[in-house]
Each structure stands twice: as structure tokens, then as C-alpha cells.
């Protein structure tokens, strides 16, 4: 493009809208092959690391569906954390699929939810028939009242022992989170799950570090901010809401001014220097838009 003579750079247009995060997936897909940045998205959508820990968090409290669990260990951030590789996740995808597991850590705690103390289709016993398969082989028959499943040798056990060590950090964390604690005590818990599901060890991208980071940060407001003015223990329903707004309320500055083209959302007070402006989404009740916040909200 030539504007009065000079070569116009990418640099050099910007693209606003109210709420930029609400094309993010489409700016995404249209601008693939051109290098662009897009700023003032949400800490949820901007951060990988938060959104799978939250994730994490509600999956422990639930039924443990095998669709729930398997979306979670897929996320890059975290089957690695666990020694695994893409290559894992899908042999261990054909390993549920084939061993019929569909909901529920165990017997018990199909109990916990009035329903028939049956271990069958749960992670538990799916698991076993792994962890006995590999134990005595290609038996076919049953060996101490489990069947074992075939098909797993050599250097398959890595990806076995990466699956056991995911789902015992579930089953724990899922024991440990159902109780109340302290918002002192809550920010020490959901700091050593954090390590846990994204141990250090594992994070080499400085883009990750900085996520954990981020998130670490706002698990320390519930002790250096909040625990002050209220020592109570409360639920998880409570911290995990909080969680909840803090991610959507959070919005990352990241990406403006890269010297890319440019998406960022129409923000009071800021400077804006460049020689292309296209407006988007300029539609009646979201332009002006004005944030009201709850005169009630203590927080």
C-alpha cells in the first residue's frame, strides 16, 4: 500500500474494536500466514497455563468423564508436565477407548453419588487392567480378579506411568479440594497443585514461565490481600468463582505495539500512533460501552 508516497508496514495499521477478544478466534484464522498481535484479551484467553488449571480444578469435583479428563491431559502445558508426548496422548486415548472407561474414579465414589457401588467403566479398574497387562503380559485370562489388558510392553510403560501419575494427582486433589480451608490455607494449596501439574522441570518456553507466574500471583492475593479481613474457611465453589472473574476481569496489554499488525480493544486514554486505524464491531449498545461495577462488591 502507498499512503502520500510511503510504503505503508504493518506496523503502521492498527485494527480496534470494543471488545477485541470476541474476534480473536477469526483474526486467528484469517491472519495466519501474516504476522500479527493481539492485545487486551482476557487472562483466560491469553493465558494457557490459568485456563488449564482452572480446568483442572472443576474436573476434580466432578464425575470424571472420560471426555473431561482426556481434554485435559491433550492440552500441550499439561501432558508434558508429565513426561508425556503428543504420540502418548493418543495411544493413551486408544487405551480408554479399548478398555471401556467412561466416568468415575471407583467404586466408591459412585457410592459417594447414591448410585451402585460398581467398579466398572471407571478409571480405576481401567487402569488396573493397564497396570496388569503390563505386569503379566498377554494372559488372557484373569489374574487376581482383574483382566489384563494386552498390547503393552516396552517403551509404552513410559506413557502408562505418565497416565498413573495424572489421574493420582486427580484422585488426591479431588479428596483434598472438597474441604473447607482458610484463604491463607487455600493460596498454599492451589500454589503446590500449580507445581504440580506444571512442575518446573518441565516448563522450557520463557512464555509458559511467564503464565505460571501470572497465575502464581494471583493465588498469593488470597493470603497477602484478602486473608486479613477474613480468616473463615469457605468452600472451593467460592475460591473457584473468585478465580473465575479474576481471569475475565484481568485483561493483558501483551501484543500492542509488537511491531505487527495490530488487534487491541478501543481503551480510554490511549495512545494510539499509527497511520491506518479500521474500526470493527462499532455496534449500537457496545460502542460507547461503559463497565459498571457492583457498588456491593467488596472484592
Known amino acids: 500500500a502507498v499512503e502520500t508516497g510511503h510504503s505503508l508496514d504493518l506496523r503502521d495499521i492498527v485494527v480496534m474494536a470494543p471488545d477485541i477478544q470476541q474476534y480473536a478466534p477469526f483474526i486467528s484464522g484469517v491472519f495466519d500466514d501474516i504476522q500479527h498481535a493481539i492485545a487486551d484479551r ?5 493465558n494457557h497455563s490459568f485456563d488449564a488449571f ?21 492440552q500441550t502445558e499439561v501432558y508434558q508436565g508429565f513426561g508425556l508426548t503428543e504420540t502418548d496422548v493418543e495411544l493413551i486415548s486408544h487405551w480408554v477407548a479399548n478398555t471401556q472407561i467412561r466416568w468415575g474414579k471407583s467404586a466408591a465414589h459412585k457410592k459417594e453419588l447414591n448410585l451402585p457401588e460398581s467398579a466398572e467403566n471407571t478409571w480405576q479398574a481401567g487402569l488396573e487392567r493397564l497396570l496388569m497387562g503390563y505386569a503379566v503380559g498377554t494372559e488372557d485370562d484373569f489374574f487376581a480378579g482383574i483382566f489384563p489388558y494386552r ?7 513410559l506413557a502408562l506411568g505418565g497416565l498413573h501419575d495424572f489421574l493420582q ?7 483434598k479440594l472438597a474441604k473447607s480451608y482458610t ?19 518441565s516448563i522450557e518456553a520463557a512464555a509458559q514461565q511467564a503464565e505460571k507466574l501470572q497465575m502464581n500471583e494471583i493465588f498469593l492475593q488470597l493470603s497477602e490481600e484478602f486473608a486479613a479481613v477474613h ?24 501484543g500492542f505495539l509488537r511491531g505487527q499488525l495490530t488487534f487491541c480493544s478501543m481503551l480510554p486514554m490511549r495512545s494510539i500512533p499509527f497511520k ?20 456491593f462488591d467488596l472484592l
Open 42 to 46: 482476557s487472562l483466560r484467553s491469553s
Open 54 to 74: 482452572l480446568r483442572f480444578i472443576r474436573l476434580t469435583q466432578g464425575r470424571f468423564g472420560w471426555q473431561e479428563v482426556m481434554d485435559l491431559l491433550s
Open 151 to 157: 498390547d503393552i510392553e516396552g517403551s509404552s510403560a
Open 169 to 175: 494427582l486427580l484422585f488426591t486433589a479431588s479428596s
Open 183 to 201: 484463604l491463607q490455607e487455600w493460596a498454599k494449596h492451589l500454589l503446590d497443585y500449580a507445581e504440580l501439574l506444571f512442575p518446573a522441570e
Open 231 to 254: 480468616n473463615q474457611p469457605v468452600p472451593l465453589a467460592v475460591i473457584l468463582a473468585w478465580l473465575e472473574g479474576r481471569v475475565e476481569e484481568i485483561k493483558s496489554s501483551n
Open 276 to 295: 491506518v486505524i479500521a474500526l470493527l464491531g462499532m455496534n449500537e449498545g457496545e460502542f460507547p460501552h461503559i463497565d459498571h461495577h457492583l457498588t
